[in-house]
């Protein structure tokens, strides 16, 4: 009889702590090599993760293992995630979050916005909501925030029905950074006092997230030292960008109402209601504001270095349906033709090959084999772009 993942993987068979970084590999060349996971994302996030921390332990030999089943799968990525439960990469994936105390994994954004509401309420100081997402803005003064998780077309259906009975409505498909910018966006309004989170869990279509499932937990539970979320079944529930004090008051400010798997419009608009009947006056506890956020703003380059290595001559041809990129020497002479049906591909070859050194360069040729391939599927039409800044003699 063939064996099941589950009764193979070390890491569910007990102890799952106390395994080493080899047998943790050994589980991830496993999981690598099952059909599904081959092609997918979380399968590549995870041997990133895995590549990254071994190297901080000075286990050379491993990440370079790890890292070269990464680029075979990142070259052949069908899809980021299929919503498979368990999600083998989640589960080592939240291990090697505990082992490395969370330094040297990065996290994967998203987030979720008269008569309807208390005449106690706050005139807000700042310009809100205070966090950049995907939502819709009703009314400030309003008690109510709609979380839909992964459903993106509730939140402006609701909006349609209830834009001055609400604060704020909009998805949430990450159980980090968008549940982040959902409580920022909370705490820096007083007046928002029940929270709906309703709609299709982020884990049916997205492997190890569950947003939903995650932000119950934070609300009943708070977080551990790590600033991990207590309960939480997703791949990275982690708020780095929160304190414990900002967790806190959004535990005593809000009320959520755990509509989770409900699409309903008619359900919804019926629980809004209720909480409005509730009359819920403004939160007593002073709105926090002034979250470290630190912008730069964009510009284009004065100079332009030419990359040592050379340069590329981009040739899509739609009738073979194939680009055509042409690597010369800065001399002028022609060195190899890199033929590929997409960009990634052809990106990934130039780069493994050591034909480009610069990033700034990199980021030039990125953007101009993605113009070609839409040209190729689209037809779009394509016209290689000069690079930016004024040729330097340096």
């Not at 052949?76 to 299929?82: A, G, S, T």
Request: include cysteine; charged fraction near 25%; hydrophobic fraction near 35%.
């Amino acid at each position: 009889m063939k064996l099941k993942p589950l009764d193979i993987l070390k890491i569910y068979q007990g102890n799952s702590e106390q395994l080493s970084l080899k047998e943790i590999f050994e589980d991830l060349k496993q999981i690598s090599a099952i059909k599904k996971c081959s092609f997918c994302g979380c399968s590549n996030d995870t041997l990133k993760e895995f590549a990254e921390l071994a190297q901080a332990k000075d286990e050379k030999k491993l990440a370079e293992n790890a890292t070269e089943i990464q680029i075979k799968i990142d070259s052949r990525k069908k899809y980021d995630c299929l919503g498979c439960s368990p999600c083998y990469a989640a589960d080592i994936s939240n291990l090697l979050f505990e082992m490395s105390d969370g330094e040297h994994i990065e996290n994967k954004s998203e987030s979720c916005a008269t008569e309807f509401y208390s005449c106690n309420t706050t005139q807000l100081k700042e310009k809100w909501p205070v966090e950049r997402g995907n939502y819709i803005v009703g009314n400030e003064k309003a008690t109510i925030a709609i979380n839909t998780l992964s459903n993106t077309e509730l939140p402006k259906q609701l909006a349609g029905f209830l834009k001055d009975k609400i604060a704020i409505a909009g998805y949430c498909e990450t159980e980090n950074v968008g549940i982040e910018k959902i409580i920022k966006n909370i705490i820096s309004n007083p007046n928002i006092r029940t929270l709906i989170v309703c709609g299709y869990e982020s884990g049916k279509d997205m492997m190890g997230h569950s947003s939903g499932q995650a932000l119950l937990s934070l609300h009943s539970n708070g977080i551990t030292g790590k600033k991990r979320i207590i309960g939480a079944k997703g791949k990275r529930p982690v708020m780095k960008n929160l304190t414990t004090e900002q967790i806190k008051h959004f535990q005593s400010q809000i009320e959520v109402l755990d509509l989770i798997g409900n699409n309903s419009i008619e359900d919804i608009i019926q629980y809004v209601n209720i909480a409005l009947s509730k009359k819920k006056t403004a939160f007593d506890k002073k709105e926090i504001n002034g979250f470290e956020n630190r912008e730069i703003i964009a510009q284009n380059p004065q100079k332009l270095l030419l990359d040592k290595k050379g340069y590329f001559v981009i040739l899509p041809d739609i009738s073979e349906e194939k680009i055509y990129v042409e690597y010369y020497a800065n001399s002028g002479e022609l060195l190899y033709t890199i033929i590929g049906n997409d960009a990634a591909s052809i990106y990934y070859t130039i780069i493994e090959k050591g034909f480009i050194s610069k990033p700034d360069h990199c980021a030039y040729l990125g953007k101009e084999l993605t113009k070609a391939e839409y040209f190729i599927k689209y037809n779009i039409p394509y016209v290689q772009d000069m690079a930016l800044g004024d040729l330097s003699d340096e």
